[in-house]
Each structure stands twice: as C-alpha cells, then as structure tokens.
Nanobody
Framework: QVQLVESGGGLVQPGGSLRLSCAAS????????MGWYRQAPGKQRELVAT???????HYADSVKGRFTISGDNAKHTVILQMNSLKPEDTAVYYC???????????????WGKGTLVTVSS
C-alpha cells in the first residue's frame, strides 16, 4: 500500500524558515510528480509547488522566490524549503504524489495526511 509521510511543520515567526519533507513508500516503481498543496482555514486547497521526475518545478506565484522544491526519484522523496515566511503562509500543507505505479496500482494519485505550518509572532 502506498503511503505518504510528511514531516517538518511547526510554528515559526514571520521572516523565518521551515523545511517540509515527504517520503512515499510502498514498493513504488515510479512517480510522475510530487508536490505540496496547502489549505488555510476557510479556503480551498491550493497548489504550492510541484516537481516532476524530470526535475521540472512549478510554483504558485505567491511563493515564487521564497520557496524551493526538490525531489529524489530514487528515494521517492520531496522537500519544500520555505524561506521568508509570511502569516498568510499559515495552512495545513499536504504532500501529493501524482501518477504512482507499483505492482498493484497504475497511475494513481496519493495524498499525505498534512502537516500544520503556523507563521505568527
């Protein structure tokens, strides 16, 4: 069974940094892309950043220049380095793995349970 496990959330002051990590497990053959989405209270879930297995990264305009996404295809991990954090970055951050293939599934999307990031003084 494929699982995504996130870590690295927490409380940080405005202007600070946090690093989120996500690892996918489950005898995975391949993942097309991994990424991070977030959902603030009362708002819809939105894309933060994604990266394909080829290394192509995409960012939401609101985080460009502040967040950096990186991935390790062999380990099926993705990291989101968040710098210059703002109060409006406060949200639950969800790891996403798109088009996952193993011996049991082909092209399935998976989500982690989420990790809370709070930016406040």
């Amino acid at each position: 069974q494929v699982q995504l496990v996130e870590s690295g959330g927490g409380l940080v002051q405005p202007g600070g940094s946090l690093r989120l990590s996500c690892a996918a497990s489950g005898s995975i053959f391949s993942i097309y892309a991994m990424g991070w989405y977030r959902q603030a209270p009362g708002k819809q879930r939105e894309l933060v950043a994604t990266i394909t297995s080829a290394g192509d990264a995409h960012y939401a305009d609101s985080v460009k220049g502040r967040f950096t996404i990186s991935g390790d295809n062999a380990k099926h991990t993705v990291i989101l380095q968040m710098n210059s954090l703002k109060p409006e970055d406060t949200a639950v951050y969800y790891c996403n793995a798109d088009h996952v293939t193993n011996a049991d599934v082909y092209g399935v999307e998976y989500w982690g349970k989420g990790t809370l990031v709070t930016v406040s003084s």
